[in-house]
């Protein structure tokens, strides 16, 4: 059984960055989708970045594109985030899946593997 554990939130001013880590758990194989996705206070939970590491096709929500980058190193996730703003902070999860994924890898609905999650605040 895979297990995803999220590190690297924080609190930090606005235009500052953070780094997310996500370790994986246990064994895995083939192909796959992970993603950081991220839920406010009162909002849905919404996708920020997704990978395939099939062939590396990526996501990026429109909001984070420019900002945000995320990277895979053997079967480890990150999330670089750069010039953060106040509309960032949220809890954020680390995701996985081994279904058909690529086209759809954006929405939480896709991932059927979850971490804990890992606060970001970021102030004004």
């Known amino acids: 059984q895979v297990r995803l554990v999220e590190s690297g939130g924080g609190s930090v001013q606005a235009g500052g960055s953070l780094r997310l880590s996500c370790g994986v758990f246990?064994?895995?194989?083939?192909?796959?989708?992970m993603g950081w996705f991220r839920q406010a206070p009162g909002k849905e939970r919404e996708g920020v970045a997704a990978?395939?590491?099939?062939?590396?096709s990526t996501y990026y929500a429109d909001s984070v594109k420019g900002r945000f980058t995320i990277s895979e190193d053997n079967a480890n996730l990150y999330l670089q985030m750069n010039s953060l703003n106040v509309e960032d902070t949220a809890m954020y999860y680390c995701?996985?899946?081994?279904?058909?994924?690529?086209?759809?890898?954006?929405?939480?609905?896709?991932?059927?593997?979850w971490g804990q999650g890992t606060q970001v605040t970021v102030s004004s």
């Open positions: 990978i395939y590491t099939g062939g590396g």
């Open positions: 995701a996985a899946t081994w279904r058909l994924c690529v086209r759809n890898m954006g929405l939480p609905g896709t991932y059927n593997i």
């Open positions: 246990g064994t895995i194989y083939g192909d796959y989708c």
